[in-house]
């Protein structure tokens, strides 16, 4: 028999900040949802859209079974169907589309990444057609795929403070994470208390948020320039020697190649591209380089360029060059705790297949590492 009113910990999936959550339950209805106190990640924040989580779950429109349109489009009138029903009537649909035209006149579009996207990307395949289409390409992807093409991992800017140190400096790029709750994993209570610890914060954005109404440098560029910015304060960060020699000779190649590359990309350079001014992106990336260790918190924006790759490719570098690599209170490289095996293929290498790749061309797992300094072609994006 169940308890009249009883606690089930779970984790919150109304964004992708999956914080932990306590589920209050009087029988088998949801009464309450609170943060978990005792998350390691979250530790009991929980936002306004995991609060009203009981809310949406319970809602009079909620659609919680198949309906099959009796009017006229646009009409509204509808029929409650079964489950079988309506699967039957999909089925032979598509199968109508693919025995009739080809497998390849069927589409399928899926939207934000959930833990059931594997399912998706499998069924349309097994169905037989190429065309999977999904919003990866203008979210989040582009780091991922750059970070792990440059050093392995995917660097996580160090908010928890689990090796001993918090960021001295924070940089916000592209990302308001503090105000609409978390992403990426990350919460946003966390972030907050990352910030509010911070010496020095650095705030990237064409928005005037919140947080960049406390920065020490807020750096308002035009939409879409990420890429020069970047180059720009590669090119301080070099030029003035505020690079971390130790890090670069002793775990990257390419340096040379690299100075050669970013050498015309001045912050003169960038300040008609990104309509910031010159002076300002100088001083950010000192900022950036002097006040140690520091992270940097990106998000969407960085993706949302014709040069989202090469963008995120410059930010990692940033990081490496300065030495706020995989150290604590900088972007770290997320290792499980034992015994915790992640279903992610953005953070679990073996999870895309990785172990079956012969040792000498398996990306890095953890710790100090090699980091590929290449020079990258001009960014495409960075144009007035």
């Not at 009138?77 to 025995?99: F, P, T, Y």
């Not at 960049?212 to 879409?224: N, S, T, V, Y």
Request: hydrophobic fraction near 40%.
């Amino acid at each position: 028999m169940i308890d009249a009113r009883r606690t089930v910990r779970s984790s919150c999936r109304m964004c992708h900040g999956v914080c932990q959550v306590l589920v209050h339950l009087e029988g088998d209805r949801v009464v309450r949802v609170t943060g978990d106190p005792d998350s390691p990640t979250s530790r009991g924040y929980i936002c306004a859209k995991g609060r009203a989580s009981p809310e949406l779950l319970y809602h009079p429109d909620r659609l919680t079974h198949p309906l099959r349109r009796v009017g006229a489009r646009g009409e509204g009138r509808w029929e409650r169907v079964s489950w079988d029903d309506a699967l039957d009537e999909i089925a032979a649909r598509i199968l109508s589309i693919r025995d009739e035209s080809g497998a390849e006149f069927v589409g399928l579009c899926q939207g934000t990444g959930r833990p059931y996207i594997e399912f998706t990307q499998r069924f349309i395949y097994a169905f037989g057609s190429p065309n999977f289409v999904a919003p990866a390409h203008v979210c989040y992807l582009s780091r991922w795929f750059a970070s792990l093409l440059t050093i392995g991992r995917l660097p996580v800017a160090d908010v928890y403070g689990f090796g001993g140190e918090d960021p001295a400096c924070f940089v916000m790029w592209g990302c308001n994470i503090t105000e609409y709750g978390a992403a990426d994993g990350m919460c946003g209570g966390l972030v907050r208390q990352a910030v509010d610890r911070a010496e020095k914060l650095i705030v990237v954005d064409p928005r005037r948020t919140s947080l960049a109404e406390r920065a020490d440098h807020f750096l308002q560029l035009r939409p879409g320039t990420e890429g020069a910015l970047a180059l720009a304060m590669l090119n301080t960060v070099i030029a003035e020697d505020l690079i971390d020699q130790g890090f670069v000779e002793g775990h990257t190649s390419g340096f040379p190649e690299l100075v050669d590359h970013v050498r015309s990309f001045t912050p003169e350079w960038a300040a008609p591209i990104t309509r910031v001014a010159a002076a300002d992106i100088r001083a950010a990336a000192r900022t950036y380089a002097t006040t140690l260790p520091g992270c940097i918190q990106w998000g969407s924006a960085t993706d949302m360029s014709a040069a989202s790759y090469q963008t995120a490719r410059s930010l990692v570098i940033l990081r490496a060059l300065v030495g706020n690599l995989d150290r604590p209170g900088g972007d770290v490289l997320w290792v499980p705790p034992e015994g915790v095996r992640q279903k992610s293929t953005f953070v679990n290498p073996d999870q895309r297949g990785e172990q079956f790749l012969p040792s000498q061309k398996r990306s890095v797992s953890a710790g100090r590492f090699t980091l590929d300094l290449v020079a990258h072609p001009r960014l495409s994006g960075s144009r007035s």
